[in-house]
């Protein structure tokens, strides 16, 4: 209620009327976009074979807010907790800026490995 009777107001006042509509449609637009990344990501994690041994070569080409989505998913699978965005991010970088890197430990005793071109997930 903050946010609609005390902020609102002030950006409508500091920045100008018809900011809230602005948002509001921002808003539908961006989770539109999200939904359909969800959709593709959910496409691919479907095509894989073995959610824990995923191909470097299927996921390094595709945009980074699908690949992070799939990686989220896998991990997911596995029964991980709680995943913290600089997780998934350390995760990617086993497949988007891959520097020899050593093993990624997650939550729920998962480990997350690069290994013979395959993302490799454990327990």
């Keep these: 209620m903050r946010v609609r009777n005390e902020i609102l107001p002030r950006m409508e006042k500091e920045i100008g009327p018809g900011i809230s509509k602005a948002l509001a449609r921002t808003s539908r637009i961006l989770r539109e976009d999200a939904d359909a990344l969800d959709l593709i990501a959910?496409?691919?994690?479907e095509s894989l074979a073995d959610p824990t041994q995923i191909p470097i070569e299927l996921i390094a080409g595709v945009p980074s807010a699908v690949r992070k989505r799939v990686i989220k998913?896998?991990?997911?699978?596995?029964?991980?907790?709680?995943?913290?965005?600089?997780?998934i991010l350390e995760?990617?970088?086993?497949?988007?800026?891959?520097k020899g890197q050593g093993p990624v430990a997650l939550a729920g005793g998962i480990t997350a490995r690069r290994d013979s071109g395959r993302l490799t997930l454990s327990e």
Aim: glycine share 12%; charged share 20%; net charge negative.
């Design 91 to 98: 995760v990617d970088a086993l497949v988007g800026a891959w």
């Design 73 to 87: 998913r896998a991990i997911e699978a596995m029964g991980a907790p709680t995943l913290t965005a600089e997780q």
């Design 42 to 45: 959910g496409d691919l994690f």
